[in-house]
């Protein structure tokens, strides 16, 4: 089965105070380590940014189609709209250490009903790591319209499974310097 990743990188980075993607870890910019990671385990690879990075083609490119939306239920609409298979698999640009093995996990879930498949680690939804099918997107420009922009009251009004998944580290987000000073 092919599956489209897409990467959610259009937040503003207001935390970081720059362009997360940018942040360099290890001499290489953070969106790298994640599309490395996420790039062997689907069909194809699109980025969902608000600003063109440089280092990838701008055809697997996009920005959101939501304009007035705060949070990643924008990218994840515009992704669902742009993916060219039944399936995505979503993650955060801020995320390096994604799981290896995080699509296969997950699609092993796939079924006839279920519309959204996320992990869950040590009792925490992780809803940008997740496994979407195309079918769920038309909602979602009247669920931000009803300003409820939170991605997990979304995922509830649809069919859907919970991964669990052991190893936390796998799924940290680096939102800040500190967080970054943690991480390095």
Known sequence: MK????????????RMGQNKSLVEINGMPMILHVYNKLLPQVSSVLISTNEK?????????????????????????????????????FCPNDSPNLPNDLVENLSQHIDDQTRIILPIVNGR???????????????????????????????QTHQHKTVKFNDKSEFININTESDLKVFN
């Open 3 to 14: 599956i489209t990743g897409i990467i959610l990188a259009g937040g503003l980075s207001s």
């Open 125 to 155: 939804f992780e809803p940008t790591f997740m496994l979407c099918h195309q079918s769920v997107a038309n909602d979602i420009p009247d669920f931000i319209k009803n300003n409820n922009p939170k991605i997990m009251d979304w995922i």
């Open 53 to 89: 990075l440089a280092m990838f083609p701008e055809n697997v490119q996009f920005q959101d189609q939501i304009k007035e939306s705060k949070g990643p239920l924008a990218g994840i609409y515009s992704g669902l709209k742009k993916a060219q298979t039944s399936w995505v698999q």
